[in-house]
Each structure stands twice: as C-alpha cells, then as structure tokens.
C-alpha cells in the first residue's frame, strides 16, 4: 500500500508542476473570472445615471418610483422640449413619454441617444407604473397582482416537480453534464501520457523491478483522479466565489436554493467514473504502439462516456424510458445520465444503487485488466499489442 501511495504522490506531483496542466487550469479559471464579470455587468445590477419621464395621463405616484427606483434617479419633465433638451445633452439616458390615453391604448414611448437603458431600468420604470395604477386596489390584491403567478409543474406519474424558482435547479445536472464531458476531454491527454511515457522512454523495464504491475497502475490512476480533483478544486472555488458576488450584487440568483444532495450524488459517481475512464485510457496506451495512435482511438472512446447527450429530445418526452434506464445502469454512461435525469424526474433508488455498483465494479475490473495488459504490452515497442495477446493477458 506504501508503494503504491508512492507511485501515487510522484505522477500527482509531476503532473501538477507541468506547463500544460498550468495552462489548462489557469486558463479554464481566467474564461470563468471574464465570464463572471462580463455577466455581472450585463445584468446591470449597479445602474447609474437620470432617466427623464413625461407622464401625460398623470399616472405616475412618485412614492410609486422612489419605492422601484432603488438607487436609480426619474426624473419628471411638464415641458417635453425641456426633457428632450437634456436627454440630447446626456443629462439623462433615456426618456419615456406616457401616451394621454394609455389607459385605452397601453402606448408608451422610449426615447435614448446612443445606448438602449438595460433591463434593470426598464423593469424599475414598468414595477413603478404598474404600483401606481394598483394604488387604490386593496393591499392584498395590489400585493397578488404585483408579485404575479407561480406555476409549479408536477407530473401524474410521479416524477420531480419543477417551478420558476428552481429552474437552476432544472439546468444545473445538464450543465455538470457538459463540464464532465470537457474534463473527459481534457483528461484523455493526461491519462494516455501516463503510460506511453514509460513505455517509450522504456523506464518500465527498471521499475517492475521493485513494483508490481497492480501497484504500478493503480498508483497512476489515483495519482490521476486527484490531480482531476485539484483542477475540479480550483474551478468550483471560482465557480462559488462567482455566486457569491452574484447573490451580493444581483437579484440573478435570488431564492435559489442548491440541492446538496445532488452534489453528494455526483461526488460518489465521479470517482468511480474517472478511475474508469483511467483504465480504459491505461488499457489502450498499454495496447497502441505510440501515443499519436492512442489519441486517434480515444476521440472515440470518449463517446462511450457522453452517449447520453444523443438522448436529449427523449429524456424530456420520456425520462424513465428504457434506453435511459440502460444508460444509467451502463458503467461509462451512468454519471451523465444520472445528472440528466435528476433534473426531470425522480430516479427509482435501486437504479442509483445499481448503477454505483456497475460504475464502481467496473472501475476496479478495470484497473485490474489495466495493469495486466500494461505488463503484456511494455515489451511490445514500436507495434501494437495484438488482440489475442490481449485476450491471453485478460485471461
């Protein structure tokens, strides 16, 4: 177990220090930082600035504005030529004009010079006018009627119900979906290197001298998954620093509440899911003669472990069809299903179980068959291992 812990400790160390795995986190975490900002400021959240209005039905309450302006400045003009005047100077951003018979008509006119006032200034000037016509409602009504409706979808045959207040919620497993196939994608360069390093440098030869073969590889693959986690690590303590701010300095993200156990669910799937994928990406350097050949064969490979985005349209028609229970039992197809599924309906509890134990079974196979065509295959130099040796080492 030391040695193994050894083996483990050095690829995790050497993997960390290279240039592309610096390149790659930093870069990933740079595209999330400018993401975060640019959505940051498109939502508008820190409005500055004076926006004119001519009310010529005489609707508007100014307690009405003072309440939805929030920080904003309205500013009311009797004069239009005085409010177009300052709205050419810049000393507003925009102007709306309140048709006479906007009770009948519903016509309101936006005027702006350069730049369309953002959704945070149309939506403060819309809560206002829509306050001051409820004014003499009674609170209760003037109260329903401003908050709007919520629906709640639940359907009859029992799976998950959905709503507008968690629809991140909704979007959150499809997005963990695609952030797992671009570190299936990412991963498949690091785990192939693993093993044709040595194999080429013929360093392999010294080392099964004082290491086994199941010491060997096992030790890679854990070296792998945390060097997986350390990149995993570093972004989604970006990813939480961002909802952070949004939460602070938006109303984006307001009254989403993270389902944990959800996170708890990937957690346990992950590992088992990446120590697979270590194998097979072991297995088919161990076969292939350099690692030129190996990247040709792993591009197709990795469908194997996003086959379930093919089945998009019939997770929403039918999420507990039985192509989608087969992905989820199936070992290399199980994460993604799970996490797509989890957002649309309830996924019976023998499935999750089963499909852990396929997943996990799987991984430790694996590893094992890993580690025994890697030694049938470390003499093999400059040609492909063939299929009957392979099936010989399987055996």
């Known amino acids: 177990m030391r040695t193994l812990l050894l083996i483990a400790q050095s690829e995790y160390l050497d993997r960390i220090r290279r240039r592309s795995f610096l390149l790659a986190t930093g870069g990933v975490a740079l595209i999330l930082i400018l993401v975060g900002v640019f959505g940051l400021w498109a939502s508008g959240s820190r409005v500055s600035g004076a926006v004119g209005y001519v009310d010529r039905a005489g609707l508007l309450k100014p307690d009405a504005l003072a309440q939805a302006a929030e920080g904003l400045e309205f500013r009311s003009y009797d004069d239009e030529a005085a409010a177009l005047a300052d709205l050419e100077a810049g000393r507003i951003q925009a102007l709306y004009f309140i048709a006479a018979?906007?009770?009948l008509s519903g016509r309101m006119t936006l005027l702006y010079w350069d730049k369309k006032p953002s959704n945070r200034i149309q939506a403060a000037f819309t809560e206002a006018l829509r306050a001051s016509l409820l004014a003499d409602a009674p609170?209760?009504?003037?109260?329903?009627?401003?908050?709007?409706?919520?629906?709640?979808?639940?359907?009859?045959?029992?799976?998950r119900e959905?709503?507008?207040?968690?629809i991140l919620n909704f979007i959150l497993p499809f997005v963990v979906g695609?952030?797992?196939t671009f570190v299936v994608m990412m991963a498949?360069?690091?785990?192939?290197?693993?093993v044709t390093t040595e194999k080429e440098n013929r360093m392999v030869e010294v080392l099964f001298t004082s290491v086994s073969a199941f010491q060997f590889i096992g030790g890679k693959a854990l070296g792998l998954i945390a060097v997986a986690f350390t990149q995993l690590g570093v972004w989604l303590a970006i990813l939480a620093a961002l909802v952070f701010v949004f939460l602070r300095f938006t109303d984006f993200l307001a009254g989403v509440r993270p389902s944990w156990d959800f996170f708890a669910l990937l957690?346990?799937?992950?590992?088992?899911?990446?120590?697979?994928?270590?194998?097979i990406m072991i297995i088919l350097g161990s076969v292939m003669a350099d690692l030129q050949q190996s990247q040709q064969i792993a591009g197709m490979v990795n469908l194997l472990f996003v086959l379930p985005f093919f089945f998009t349209v019939l997770l929403f028609t039918d999420p507990n069809s039985p192509i989608l229970v087969a992905l989820t039992l199936f070992p290399t197809t199980a994460f993604i299903t799970v996490a797509m599924r989890w957002g649309v309906t309830d996924i019976p509890a023998w499935q999750l179980v089963a499909a852990w134990f396929s997943v996990s079974?799987?991984?430790?196979?694996?590893?094992?068959?890993?580690?025994?065509?890697?030694?049938a295959g470390m003499l093999h130099y400059g040609r492909n291992v063939s299929f009957a040796r392979l099936l010989k080492a399987g055996r």
């Open 188 to 194: 498949s360069g690091y785990l192939l290197q693993a």
């Open 101 to 103: 018979d906007y009770l």
């Open 178 to 180: 695609g952030f797992f």
């Open 139 to 159: 609170p209760s009504v003037r109260r329903r009627l401003l908050d709007g409706f919520h629906v709640v979808m639940r359907a009859s045959e029992g799976e």
């Open 267 to 279: 957690l346990l799937y992950f590992i088992p899911t990446y120590a697979l994928l270590s194998a």
């Open 162 to 166: 959905a709503s507008e207040e968690d």
């Open 361 to 375: 079974g799987a991984a430790l196979l694996g590893i094992y068959l890993a580690a025994r065509v890697f030694r």
